[in-house]
């Protein structure tokens, strides 16, 4: 009889090493629980085994390690949301300036066609004008683009700067 339930010991600890090593591979939520489930044993039987026990809150913990470094935060998600609404606002305020400069420059070559334009010299200056505006813009932008980028890098070192006073 002692034999007997020394055997059936045997065969439910080699079930609940399966069961740990099946749910590490699979990825899958690791509990004291789940497994007894998966091994088809009391969960009884791996408090009274103290080194099944600790082989699952080991395995657990790495699965949790593993989770950790993998998850996308909400807030990260928020931050790429928020650069992406703004750099579409940024890409329909262009789309609108160079609409608005082709369709100057469809109506000034009409207008030269026509014969009624204004003077070669007036012309010129009035495209160097645009020009120099269409400059002021794109600086204007990449202006923008840096100081989100400087508000994005403080943002995140006021996060890191956070998290190491936290855990000290």
């Known amino acids: ?29 690791i509990t004291v629980s789940g497994l007894a489930r998966l091994a088809r044993v009391d969960r009884t039987f791996l408090y009274r085994h103290p080194d099944l026990l600790e082989r699952v809150h080991v395995a657990a913990s790495t699965a949790v390690e593993r989770d950790r470094k993998t998850a996308v935060s909400r807030s990260s998600l928020q931050a790429d949301l928020a650069n992406a ?24 070559g009409v207008w030269a066609e026509s014969g009624l334009g204004a003077p070669v010299d007036i012309d010129q200056l009035q495209r ?9 813009a794109d600086m204007r932008g990449a202006l923008d683009e840096r100081t989100e980028e400087l508000e994005a890098a403080r943002a995140a070192n006021r996060e890191l700067t956070r998290s190491l006073n936290h855990h000290l």
């Open 128 to 136: 160097h004008i645009t020009l120099l505006e269409q400059e002021i």
């Open 1 to 29: 009889m002692t034999d007997g339930k020394r055997a059936d010991s045997a065969r439910r600890r080699e079930r609940v090493l399966k069961a740990i090593d099946t749910a590490v591979k699979s990825g899958g939520d």
């Open 85 to 108: 609404l703004e750099a579409n606002k940024r890409l329909n305020t262009r789309l609108r300036q160079l609409e608005k400069r082709l369709s100057v420059q469809l109506g000034e």
